[in-house]
Protein backbone atom coordinates (compact mmCIF):
# COMPACT_ATOMS: atom_id res chain seq x y z
CA UNK A 1 0.00 0.00 0.00
CA UNK A 2 2.94 2.36 0.73
CA UNK A 3 4.20 1.88 -2.51
CA UNK A 4 1.28 3.21 -4.19
CA UNK A 5 0.57 5.77 -2.20
CA UNK A 6 4.55 6.95 -3.41
CA UNK A 7 3.58 6.13 -6.95
CA UNK A 8 -0.06 7.52 -7.36
CA UNK A 9 0.83 10.47 -5.10
CA UNK A 10 4.18 11.54 -4.45
CA UNK A 11 6.12 11.23 -7.34
CA UNK A 12 3.65 12.98 -9.43
CA UNK A 13 3.82 15.92 -6.97
CA UNK A 14 7.61 16.19 -6.68
CA UNK A 15 8.12 15.96 -9.90
CA UNK A 16 7.08 19.46 -10.49
CA UNK A 17 8.86 20.66 -7.41
CA UNK A 18 12.09 19.87 -9.36
CA UNK A 19 11.69 22.14 -12.42
CA UNK A 20 14.45 24.60 -12.19
CA UNK A 21 12.39 27.68 -13.83
CA UNK A 22 9.17 28.89 -14.86
CA UNK A 23 9.39 28.08 -18.29
CA UNK A 24 10.51 24.69 -17.45
CA UNK A 25 7.36 24.54 -15.30
CA UNK A 26 4.78 25.60 -17.75
CA UNK A 27 6.42 23.51 -20.19
CA UNK A 28 5.60 20.37 -17.92
CA UNK A 29 2.36 21.67 -17.09
CA UNK A 30 1.56 21.77 -20.79
CA UNK A 31 2.74 18.69 -21.88
CA UNK A 32 0.88 16.97 -18.90
CA UNK A 33 -2.49 18.84 -20.11
CA UNK A 34 -1.54 17.60 -23.06
CA UNK A 35 -1.06 14.43 -22.56
CA UNK A 36 -4.27 13.77 -19.76
CA UNK A 37 -6.39 15.13 -22.95
CA UNK A 38 -5.61 12.70 -25.39
CA UNK A 39 -5.77 10.23 -22.40
CA UNK A 40 -9.50 11.36 -21.80
CA UNK A 41 -10.38 11.36 -25.67
CA UNK A 42 -9.24 7.90 -25.82
CA UNK A 43 -11.15 6.97 -22.40
CA UNK A 44 -14.27 8.67 -23.76
CA UNK A 45 -14.66 6.66 -27.02
CA UNK A 46 -13.44 3.35 -25.42
CA UNK A 47 -16.68 3.99 -23.12
CA UNK A 48 -19.24 5.47 -25.76
CA UNK A 49 -18.28 2.54 -28.02
CA UNK A 50 -19.17 -0.21 -26.16
CA UNK A 51 -22.33 -1.83 -25.59
CA UNK A 52 -22.25 -3.23 -21.77
CA UNK A 53 -21.21 -1.20 -18.86
CA UNK A 54 -19.29 -2.73 -15.35
CA UNK A 55 -18.61 -0.32 -13.61
CA UNK A 56 -14.80 -0.20 -13.75
CA UNK A 57 -15.06 2.33 -16.08
CA UNK A 58 -15.35 4.78 -12.52
CA UNK A 59 -12.28 3.58 -11.52
CA UNK A 60 -10.49 3.50 -13.80
CA UNK A 61 -11.06 7.12 -14.06
CA UNK A 62 -10.25 7.31 -10.43
CA UNK A 63 -6.87 5.87 -10.76
CA UNK A 64 -6.05 8.16 -13.78
CA UNK A 65 -6.81 11.25 -12.02
CA UNK A 66 -4.93 10.85 -8.84
CA UNK A 67 -1.91 11.31 -10.27
CA UNK A 68 -3.16 14.15 -11.92
CA UNK A 69 -4.51 15.75 -8.99
CA UNK A 70 -0.75 15.60 -7.32
CA UNK A 71 0.37 16.91 -10.41
CA UNK A 72 -1.62 19.84 -10.46
CA UNK A 73 -1.20 20.46 -6.50
CA UNK A 74 2.91 19.86 -7.28
CA UNK A 75 2.68 22.39 -9.60
CA UNK A 76 0.62 25.65 -7.21
CA UNK A 77 3.31 24.75 -4.87
CA UNK A 78 6.14 25.04 -7.03
CA UNK A 79 4.54 27.89 -8.17
CA UNK A 80 4.76 29.53 -5.13
CA UNK A 81 8.51 28.28 -4.53
CA UNK A 82 9.27 29.88 -7.64
CA UNK A 83 7.79 33.70 -6.29
CA UNK A 84 9.40 32.98 -3.04
CA UNK A 85 13.40 33.38 -2.72
CA UNK A 86 14.36 32.49 0.96
CA UNK A 87 15.31 28.68 0.71
CA UNK A 88 14.11 28.17 4.39
CA UNK A 89 10.74 29.20 3.41
CA UNK A 90 10.98 27.21 0.00
CA UNK A 91 11.50 23.92 1.76
CA UNK A 92 8.84 24.71 4.31
CA UNK A 93 6.32 25.42 1.50
CA UNK A 94 7.60 21.79 -0.13
CA UNK A 95 6.79 19.89 2.85
CA UNK A 96 4.13 21.39 4.23
CA UNK A 97 2.19 20.90 0.21
CA UNK A 98 3.24 17.26 0.58
CA UNK A 99 1.35 16.87 3.55
CA UNK A 100 -1.31 18.58 2.91
CA UNK A 101 -2.14 17.03 -0.28
CA UNK A 102 -2.80 13.44 1.15
CA UNK A 103 -4.79 14.95 3.79
CA UNK A 104 -7.07 16.49 1.71
CA UNK A 105 -7.90 13.43 -0.27
CA UNK A 106 -8.26 11.51 2.82
CA UNK A 107 -10.55 13.63 4.20
CA UNK A 108 -12.53 14.37 1.00
CA UNK A 109 -12.94 10.62 0.31
CA UNK A 110 -14.47 10.10 3.91
CA UNK A 111 -16.45 12.82 3.36
Do not use: K
Not at 31 to 58: C, D, F, K, N, Q
Amino acid sequence: MALQVVLLLLVPYALPLLMPSWRWLLAYAVAVAVLLSIWSAMWYHAVMTTTTRTGLEGIGLAFAFIPVISTAAGTMVRTVTLMVRARSVVFAISILGAILLPAAIIVWANW
